[in-house]
Structures are given as C-alpha cells and as structure tokens.
C-alpha cells in the first residue's frame, strides 16, 4: 500500500471490520501488510487501510477490495479386484487432508456409492453386482466445500469371475438300462454342464435356475464294470469353469431260464428238451448246462451247449424208468448274470 506524500513515515493498519488483519511501517511512503493464512473466508472483502499519521502528517483512511479465491484439491483412489457377486470398496484420498465433505464414485453417468470425507480419506462401497466381470475405469469426484475447489479423477477397479464347484451323487445302473447323472453346481450360475469318460462325451444338459441339472446316460454307452466320470461347468460370463468326477457301477443284467420238456418218456428214448434265456437286453449269449439226475438214485446225466438266439436244445437218452431231476443252468455271460430252473421228468 502506498501513503501519499512518500514522505509520510509511521505505521499503516489494516481492519476487517473491527478485526485488526496486520500492521506495516512506511518506507519511503509505502509497505507491504502481511495477511495470515485463513484470516479471510473466501470471497471477496472490502477491507480498511488506517495511516496513523506522525509529527508532520494527519491520519487517514483507504479502503482495498481482496478476493480469496478456492484452494485447489486433487483426489485419487485405490481398489482390491473384486470377485463377482462380492461386494467391494474403493480406497479414496484428496489433497490437501485439511479438505472435507463429499466424494462420489461414477461409471459413466451411473453414480454407484459415495463417502464423506474425515481426515481427506473416505471409502466408497461397491454393492455386490454391480460392475460386471472385466476391466473398469471409474470416476471419482470429489464435491470441494467451502474452501476447496472441487476435483476429479479416475480409478480402475477390475472384477473377476466367481469360483464355482460341481457335485454329483453316484449311479448304479443295470446292463442295457438307460439313467441320468443328477449334477449341482454351486453358487447357481447358468450354462451348461458336461459328462466325461476320459476323453470321450458321453451328454449334456443345461443348468435350471437352482444350479441343477440331469445329464442322460444312454442304454449301453457304458460297459458293465465301475467308471469315474468326469462332470465340466464350461463356466459363463460371470463364473468361472469347475469340474468334478462320479462313479458310475454298470452292473449286469437280470435273465430268466425258461425249459419246456415232454411230461413222460420211455425208458430208453432221448427225452428232448428245450431251454431258453430272456435277458434285459435281449443278447445273452454263452453257455446253458443240463442236467438230468436220477431222483434217490445215482444215475446222471450233464450236458453242455451254446445258447443261439437265446435257445439250446438237448436230447438226453435215460436208460431205465423212474422219476427224474431236471435243472438247467445259465452261466452268464460278460453283460448278463445267470440263472437256473429246476423241473421234473418221468420216465416209464
């Protein structure tokens, strides 16, 4: 400030108000008043100027117009990956610390959380679902208050897709017979579920909404014996491919001996009988034993044959009358157990 004559010496004051701001002493008709920091609100003053006069000069008064003006701020931010369906947070600082009031978090235009700031720090949280699985760049905005401009920035925050695992209960089937594999995959995520033997895809089928589904087993796409199955989650947009195993117990199938023979023989005549196997799957093969036995005697006779279309036939000679046992026996075969019946022959 400057005092008019220059060769006005003394000291200058300087008031808001009532308020004493600072003082300085005139060299060579001016000097410079110190203003201490946060002294003034922001906007603009109309302060007063006091000359206090000396020996040779009166005392006067000016008037000086002052703008504060907003600090500046800056505000940034830092995000752990957030796994699907979780919920997260964002980790949020604005320069200068003495800074307070708001920061709000966008994508794009949609505001997704917001914090209130202690200290320049705040966290904002992310509700679970939503950001979808990817990369983000979100903006941070800080609102300013009444001494700090407002400031933005961005923060990347990346999603991953959620863990899944799959389950299955163990199957028993027959030979021949069709079944399905019950499989559950958990969270409940969608998509499509596989059954695997080694390499080889044995079906499909598509998750309902509780995470459930059935893959059908064909009749015969697996061999009788016990096998451990491979069930995939191909995964989705949101969740991440799994995979379990199932066993899978094919047993052999049931048959049924049946024999029709002649009510009586000679003594002597080849009694003739015939026998055939019925079978789940209709293909049994292998062998049929006959045996005819004496009843309370020790007269026996025992043949062997090969079933053909599912039939053996077999002429037995019995020598001498009485009244006699006859049991045939199918032995199975690698897909069928066996069976037997028993009947009864008389010979006269």
Do not use: C
Not at 58 to 78: L, N, P, Q, Y
């Amino acid at each position: 400030m400057t005092v008019t004559p220059s060769a006005a010496t003394g000291t200058v004051e300087l008031y808001e108000g009532a308020t004493k701001l600072g003082q300085g002493t005139l060299t060579d008709g001016g000097t410079t008043i110190a203003i201490a920091a946060k002294a003034l609100a922001v906007g603009t003053h109309s302060l007063t100027l006091k000359y206090l006069g000396n020996s040779s000069f009166t005392a006067s008064e000016g008037s000086v117009s002052v703008r504060i003006v907003k600090a500046s701020s800056s505000v940034s931010g830092t995000a752990a990956d957030i796994t699907w369906g979780d919920a997260g947070s964002v980790a949020v600082t604005v320069t200068p610390s003495a800074a307070t009031g708001t920061v709000e978090l966008y994508e794009g235009a949609t505001k997704l959380g917001q914090g209130t700031l202690t200290n320049g720090a705040s966290s904002v949280a992310v509700a679970a679902g939503a950001l979808g699985v990817g990369d983000h760049s979100l903006t941070l905005r800080y609102l300013g208050d009444g001494s700090y401009s407002t400031s933005q920035s961005t923060v990347a925050v990346k999603v991953l897709k959620a863990p899944t695992s799959v389950s299955a209960p163990d199957v028993t089937l027959q030979w021949a017979k069709s079944s399905s594999v019950a499989v559950k995959v958990t969270p409940s995520p969608g998509g499509t579920v596989e059954l695997y033997e080694g390499a080889t895809r044995l079906g499909a089928a598509t998750l309902l909404g509780d995470g459930t589904a059935r893959i059908a087993l064909a009749a015969r796409s697996l061999e009788v014996g016990t096998h451990t199955l491979t069930v995939k989650f191909l995964g989705s947009a949101s969740y991440l491919p799994s995979q379990g195993t199932v066993t899978v117990t094919v047993a052999k199938g049931r048959s049924k001996v049946g024999v029709t023979l002649p009510k009586s023989v000679d003594a002597g005549d080849r009694a003739k009988i015939k026998a055939t196997v019925s079978s789940v799957a209709g293909d049994a093969t292998g062998k049929v034993t006959i045996l005819v036995k004496e009843k309370g005697g020790d007269l026996t006779r025992k043949l062997t044959r090969t079933l053909r279309n599912g039939k053996v036939v077999a002429k037995v000679t019995v020598p001498r009358s009485g009244k006699y046992v006859v049991k045939v026996t199918y032995l199975g075969d690698e897909h069928t157990l066996g069976d037997r019946v028993s009947t009864r022959l008389r010979v006269g």
